[in-house]
Each structure stands twice: as structure tokens, then as C-alpha cells.
């Protein structure tokens, strides 16, 4: 039995959550599953796995191999106990489960020198913030637009950008609407 166990709403705890992505391998299961947008054949996941831990295309046979055997063995059975992955060992599909949705919430990696999403957010907020005091205080350039254009561009650049963000990093809106009905 698990020393680890789900919490009483049925959501993971951020114990099991960190344990989950502080491991390359899983965490590039997800990453993929979740790009694929579909299941996938323990087979196709270790391919992807292996070429992306090479980087090669296609992997040494022996890292296929050895991707495979430790998915079979280990992570993928650990996924399912935690409820983020169905896998089916008969059929040897995999695919995402619910609580898929506790994990994308800490999933965001971000390279070198970039920025989160929650930077980017809090720039925008502070461009928002240094418009209007701008404006206030009749910086020529700014002040020449009304300060309402400027905050519908703010508020505008905001909304596009959580939907892009809704649409590129988690399950769709439509798929979250559904588990209501």
C-alpha cells in the first residue's frame, strides 16, 4: 500500500504532485500524452521518450528498450495509482486520466531566460499600471491617446493571452465544461 494517498476531495496532494514531475521520465510522459491530445501504445510513448532523452530520431534500440521496460515497470504503474494516467496492460494503452488536472497546474517549464506566464502576467499588469500613471501625469505620447484605449488594449492583450494559455497548456474549456453535465 502507498504512503501516499489522495486527498479527501479526490484531489492529489502537492506531496504526490511534486513526486510525480521531479522525475524526468514522468514528466515527459504527460508532456506527451498530453500533446498527443490521444492514448498512445507503451511502444509509441517510449519511442517518443527515448528520442527525446537522445536526441536522436530513432533511438538506439537498447535505450527504446530500456525506456520501455522501466515505463512498464515503474512510472506508468505509479501514474495510475495516482489516478493522472489509465493504462490498460492488456492492450498496453495509455492515456490521460482526471486527475491529469491537479498535475498541468504545476506542469509549466520554463526554458532559460524566458518567462512564465506568471511574469508575463505581472508585466502586463505593470505596463497597465504605468500607462494610467502616465497618462496622469500627461506624458505627451501617452497622454495624446485616451486612457480608456489604453486600458481596452491592456484588458484585450490580457484576454487573448489567458485563452492562448487556456488552449496551449491545459484541457480544453469544452472538456472541462463536460465533466459538469
Known amino acids: 500500500m502507498s504512503t501516499l ?14 513526486d510525480i ?3 524526468d521520465r514522468r514528466r515527459r510522459v504527460l508532456k506527451s500524452l498530453r500533446e498527443h491530445g490521444e492514448p498512445l501504445s507503451v511502444r509509441e510513448l517510449s519511442e517518443r521518450l527515448a528520442t527525446a532523452e537522445t536526441g536522436e530520431d ?3 534500440r537498447n ?4 525506456v520501455y521496460v522501466s515505463l512498464h515497470q515503474t512510472h506508468l504503474p505509479k501514474l495510475e495509482e495516482l489516478g493522472v494516467i489509465d493504462y490498460d496492460t492488456e492492450t498496453k494503452e495509455v492515456a490521460l486520466a482526471e486527475a491529469i488536472d491537479d498535475v498541468t497546474v504545476y506542469m509549466e517549464v ?4 524566458d518567462l512564465s506566464w506568471a511574469e508575463y502576467y505581472l508585466g502586463l499588469g505593470v505596463l497597465g499600471l504605468l500607462l494610467v500613471v502616465a497618462h496622469s501625469v500627461g506624458v ?3 497622454s495624446a491617446i485616451d486612457v480608456r484605449i489604453w486600458a481596452v488594449a491592456i484588458l484585450a492583450t490580457l484576454v487573448v493571452s489567458a485563452v492562448y494559455q487556456l488552449m496551449t497548456q ?10 459538469f453535465h
Request: overall charge positive; cysteine-free; proline content about 15%.
Open 170 to 179: 491545459s484541457p480544453s474549456l469544452s472538456e472541462r465544461l463536460s465533466k
Open 21 to 23: 514531475l521531479r522525475n
Open 140 to 142: 505627451p505620447t501617452v
Open 58 to 60: 530513432p533511438a538506439p
Open 5 to 18: 494517498t489522495a486527498a479527501p476531495d479526490d484531489s492529489l496532494e502537492r506531496t504526490e504532485i511534486h
Open 63 to 66: 535505450v527504446r528498450q530500456s
Open 110 to 113: 520554463v526554458p532559460r531566460n
